[in-house]
């Protein structure tokens, strides 16, 4: 059974830095896509950023870009989404998620979308305080 755990969630001040992690519990995560999603109170459940490879693509929500970084450590099962520059904005919880590339295609279209997902992690609470 497949399991996302993420960790590296927690309160920081405007304008500070977080890195979330998310292990995954995979045996060919070499073959998984890897997204984050954030939901904050009140809202939907929103994308953040994905990819699949070190050399492929990676994909941003526009309101992230050229702050967030997403990146995957093959080695040790693990993806991570440094957050950088951070506001109030960006609180949320946030999601690891995981699909096979086997199961769905690597368009963009489909890793920024919630549905393409077919693991989930429990969630990790971001608190950016003004």
């Known amino acids: 059974q497949v399991q996302l755990v993420e960790s590296g969630g927690g309160l920081v001040q405007a304008g500070g830095s977080l890195r979330l992690s998310c292990t995954a519990s995979?045996?060919?995560?070499?073959?998984?896509?890897m997204g984050w999603f954030r939901q904050a109170p009140g809202k939907e459940r929103e994308f953040v950023a994905s990819?699949?490879?070190?050399?492929?693509?990676?994909y941003y929500t526009d309101s992230v870009k050229g702050r967030f970084t997403i990146s995957r450590d093959n080695a040790k099962n693990t993806v991570y989404l440094q957050m950088n520059s951070l506001r109030s904005e960006d609180t949320a919880v946030y999601y690891c998620?995981?699909?096979?590339?086997?199961?769905?295609?690597?368009?963009?279209?489909?890793?920024?979308?919630?549905?393409?997902?077919?693991?989930w992690g429990q969630g990790t609470q971001v608190t950016v305080s003004s």
């Open positions: 998620a995981a699909y096979s590339i086997f199961s769905q295609r690597l368009a963009a279209a489909i890793m920024m979308s919630a549905t393409s997902y077919d693991y």
């Open positions: 995979i045996r060919t995560f070499s073959t998984y896509v």
């Open positions: 990819m699949y490879s070190s050399a492929g693509s990676t």
